[in-house]
């Protein structure tokens, strides 16, 4: 396998490179249609050329508003290949987010799904888009455009021959530090920022997964996580750009569904985040399904209960974790395909040795071993700034390059990762630091768990107690007694939630984490 120096410098060469290698190789499947890396290639570079007749620059922002699919890579691609930035809206955003957003990074093109079921998205969204005036160009993706829009498989149709030597030109111009996507922070911590990454970010990163997990050219990669965010636009779509790997595109996640391409598609790897499969697991017809193909299945996102990670092994040979986030362009520590189930469940594993990885006090002084401090990562992962906003970026990157993460974790004697919790999601209860992860990996180990979220909420005496949201197996009958008594023994008396909540569900993020911002919106009534 090629190492992190062999591969080109900008992701649009990642593309070219394969394409040329690999021209009658199967790159995407989404639905009935199969494209190969040539017609991959072909179609970026008609979208790059369409993009400079539009006048697009080099830095200027271009929106995308759509699920996961093919001509969202294309757009992606054709992007970077004009020194354009991604810019990646979540599809469930509400209108005010997307405009507060849009006003943040004004990108000068939108790109917007036409149609999504019976949603005419593309319609909806217009009005808004029309009073945003930095948007010069509207484009949907295919049906149900708005009158007037740019239809982007139309551009994707059209030869622009003429536009070659403008392309060549920008490309002669582009630099590795240019940004190639702005990936907005979940914003748990407050106001959502868009990190910015460069090709340089994304490719020294990627070529690390690449080799960390294995990835080889004849593999089938599941891609089902949104690409608005680092799970689908780097850490599963950059991998095959660079094995010449098939990517097998399903636009949302759904348990029955993905099984059932697992199978038909003969995918080798699957990533998601321990919901995801949690969902599958829970399948009543889960063992009929045939999962013979997958090789590899990763995890990330969210602690994974340990019965949880045990199945995980049973799906395939080799079951990796690791720990990232969006201003690392993804994953920076991984577990080994050796680990055994607890160290997989427990830890993150350790940090890749392209990267540096520190624990440290609030004076960003080392701690000891087993201690529990903030973890701070560098290397050429590290994102170039938070989009417009030098005040946040000099707050979490300190002069040497440190990037301050806002999780808590610790190392063990070989270097490993235990996470704690994010440094805003811990509260204070008498005087005594309680971490809402701790407390939702012990619940999880109750049989009758399938989810869990904790959280802290304010007390007249104790100044902040714990409130847990539980949503039991299918066909138990779990109590909130049960879960009390679970608690106590395996956590300190300080440590019990105050106030337990049986649920038939938890809101969900678009990528499959308990959205802890909507409970907490639920449980201040703001």
Request: hydrophobic share 40%.
């Amino acid at each position: 396998m090629q190492a992190a120096h062999d591969h080109p410098h900008f992701l649009g060469d990642l593309l070219s490179d394969t394409a040329a290698r690999l021209p009658g190789k199967e790159a995407l499947v989404f639905n009935e249609e199969r494209v190969t890396w040539a017609d991959f290639d072909r179609r970026v570079n008609r979208l790059a050329h369409a993009f400079l007749d539009m006048g697009i620059r080099r830095g200027d922002r271009i929106g995308v508003i759509s699920t996961t699919r093919p001509e969202y890579l294309y757009t992606y691609l054709a992007a970077a290949r004009i020194g354009a930035i991604l810019v990646g809206f979540n599809i469930v955003y509400t209108p005010l987010e997307l405009s507060r957003l849009a006003n943040l990074t004004k990108p000068v093109a939108m790109v917007v799904l036409g149609q999504q079921g019976e949603k005419r998205v593309a319609e909806s969204l217009k009005p808004l888009i029309d009073t945003l005036p930095f948007v010069k160009h509207f484009l949907t993706i295919g049906a149900g455009g708005p009158a007037g829009a740019l239809c982007l498989n139309d551009l994707i149709a059209v030869d622009r021959a003429g536009q070659r030597p403008a392309l060549a030109a920008r490309a002669a111009e582009l630099d590795e530090n240019d940004g190639a996507l702005i990936v907005f922070t979940s914003g748990s911590t407050g106001l959502a920022k868009g990190a910015v990454l460069t090709h340089k970010n994304i490719i020294s990163n990627i070529a690390v997964e690449t080799r960390q997990f294995g990835i080889r050219q004849d593999d089938r990669l599941m891609l089902h996580l949104p690409m608005s965010h680092v799970g689908g636009a780097t850490e599963l779509t950059v991998p095959a750009l660079m094995t010449g790997a098939t990517l097998v595109i399903m636009d949302h996640f759904h348990p029955v569904h993905t099984l059932e391409m697992i199978a038909k598609e003969r995918v080798t790897v699957l990533g998601q985040v321990p919901t995801m499969y949690i969902l599958e697991f829970n399948l009543p017809n889960y063992a009929e399904f045939d999962r013979s193909s997958l090789r590899t299945v990763l995890v990330a996102g969210a602690a994974t209960p340990l019965p949880v990670m045990r199945k995980m092994q049973q799906m395939a040979p080799v079951t990796i974790t690791g720990y990232g986030m969006t201003e690392v362009a993804g994953f920076v520590t991984y577990t080994l395909p050796e680990d055994d189930a607890e160290t997989i469940a427990l830890t993150v594993g350790r940090i890749a040795p392209e990267f540096e990885l520190r624990v440290v006090d609030d004076q960003h002084r080392d701690v000891a071993v087993g201690e529990v401090g903030e973890v701070a990562i560098r290397g050429t992962c590290v994102m170039k700034e938070y989009f417009d906003n030098p005040t946040e970026t000099a707050a979490a990157i300190d002069a040497d390059g440190w990037f301050y993460t806002g999780d808590l974790g610790k190392l063990d004697a070989r270097r490993y990762l235990t996470l704690v919790d994010r440094k805003k999601d811990m509260y204070i209860t008498g005087g005594y630091n309680v971490y809402p992860r701790e407390i939702e990996e012990h619940i999880s180990r109750h049989p009758q768990v399938a989810f869990v979220a904790c959280l802290g909420t304010k007390d007249e005496v104790l100044g902040e107690v714990g409130v847990a949201y539980v949503v039991a197996r299918p066909g138990s009958e779990l109590s909130i007694a049960e879960l009390k008594a679970h608690c106590q023994q395996g956590l300190a008396e300080y440590k019990i939630p105050k106030y337990f909540e049986l649920r038939d569900k938890l809101p969900l993020t678009s990528l499959g984490k308990v959205d802890k911002m909507q409970l907490r919106r639920e449980l201040t009534g703001s």
